[in-house]
């Protein structure tokens, strides 16, 4: 592998920034769309390609190492002290480029797909309990103002709202039973959605060994 041939690549959703340096020469610096930039890529030598890890860091990086290449992920704080002048993508990438160079750089890890997945399950697991936890507190706080107490816990919420929603004589409004009902759909749909993906993140774990290292 050519350790002098860099390519470091500005990451966006759909216009890069890309700057190719041979032997600590800049050969260019220009913005290229997602399709162009695989395309040097795959037509480029064995070269050290370098990123932020930040949205998208994680894919690019895999396709990268396909095709080939050394890929370093750089934490974006680390990279932040090596940009020059004004903040614009072209002195951003350049940033880049440097700060795969220090000697003291500590590179973020390249996830595997099972990885990631193992990751994004968590953190939509992580989104559904708070909303579940926020649907649960809406209801009781509701119920609260007209004098109706309901326990902590899940077991004491799905014990006692469809009781009161079905008394006829609690002289809670319509309206407001109305309103409970939809929030109480919610809060079940969450309470569905947290069970099931816990399932799959422990099917996953159980399946690969460096999944059950991120647990």
């Known amino acids: 592998m050519a350790q002098s041939n860099l390519i470091a690549i500005d990451l966006a959703k759909n216009i890069f920034q890309v ?13 290229m769309k997602r399709e162009p930039m695989f395309e040097l890529l795959a037509k480029a030598e064995g070269s050290k390609v370098v990123m932020e890890a930040c949205g998208s860091a994680q894919h690019i990086a895999r396709k990268a190492l396909s095709l080939g290449h050394d890929v370093m992920l750089l934490p974006p704080k680390f990279v932040k002290a090596f940009r020059q002048g004004q903040k614009t ?9 440097s700060a795969s160079q220090a000697y003291n750089v500590k590179p973020c890890k390249i ?3 099972e990885e990631q997945t ?3 399950l968590n953190q939509a697991r992580t989104l559904v309990d708070k909303q579940k936890t926020q649907l649960s507190n809406q209801i009781r706080g509701l119920l609260l103002e007209f004098g109706v107490v309901i326990n902590q816990g899940d077991a ?6 469809p009781d009161i929603l079905e008394d ?9 039973k109305q309103a409970l ?3 109480y759909d919610l809060y079940k749909t969450q309470c569905a959605a947290k069970a099931q993906l816990h399932k799959q993140v422990e099917a996953i774990t159980k399946q690969n ?3 059950q290292r991120l647990m």
């Open 111 to 113: 996830m595997t797909v």
């Open 156 to 161: 004491a919420l799905t014990q006692a709202v």
């Open 181 to 183: 009902a939809v929030s």
């Open 89 to 97: 993508d072209a002195n951003d990438v350049l940033a880049i480029a």
């Open 19 to 31: 700057a190719q340096l041979k032997g600590n020469k800049l050969k260019f610096n220009k913005p």
């Open 118 to 120: 193992l990751q994004s």
């Open 209 to 211: 060994d460096s999944c």
């Open 168 to 176: 006829a004589e609690n002289a809670l409004p319509i309206a407001l």
